[in-house]
Nanobody, 116 residues
Framework: QVQLVETGGGLVHAGGSLRLSCAASGIIFSITPMGWYRQAPGKQRESVASITPGGTRTYADSVKGRFTVSRDNAKNTMYLQMSSLKPEDTAVYYC??????????WGQGTQVSVSS
């Protein structure tokens, strides 16, 4: 079955950096659109960044210029490099895969906490 495992979360000070990873299995990763989402306490889950199989990237306005999404198809892994972190970036970060039939698969999430 499809499995997505996020790692790399943690506690950092404002202005710091973190790199999240999403390791995928059970899918043909190289042809699968992938995305990062986050959910802060009391808020709805929101899209952060996405990357197509061909490498086209999109970002939420709130993270443009600070976050970079990338993928390594040889390793079946997607990354999110986060820099200049702000307290408002604090959330649980999830990765999502969308297969050929538009079925969505989610990881269990990784906590990112940014202190001021």
């Amino acid at each position: 079955q499809v499995q997505l495992v996020e790692t790399g979360g943690g506690l950092v000070h404002a202005g710091g950096s973190l790199r999240l990873s999403c390791a995928a299995s059970g899918i043909i990763f190289s042809i699968t659109p992938m995305g990062w989402y986050r959910q802060a306490p009391g808020k709805q889950r929101e899209s952060v960044a996405s990357i197509t199989p061909g490498g086209t990237r999109t970002y939420a306005d709130s993270v443009k210029g600070r976050f970079t999404v990338s993928r390594d198809n040889a390793k079946n892994t997607m990354y999110l490099q986060m820099s200049s972190l702000k307290p408002e970036d604090t959330a649980v970060y999830y990765c999502k895969a969308t297969d050929f039939f538009n079925r969505e698969y989610w990881g269990q999430g990784t906590q990112v906490s940014v202190s001021s």
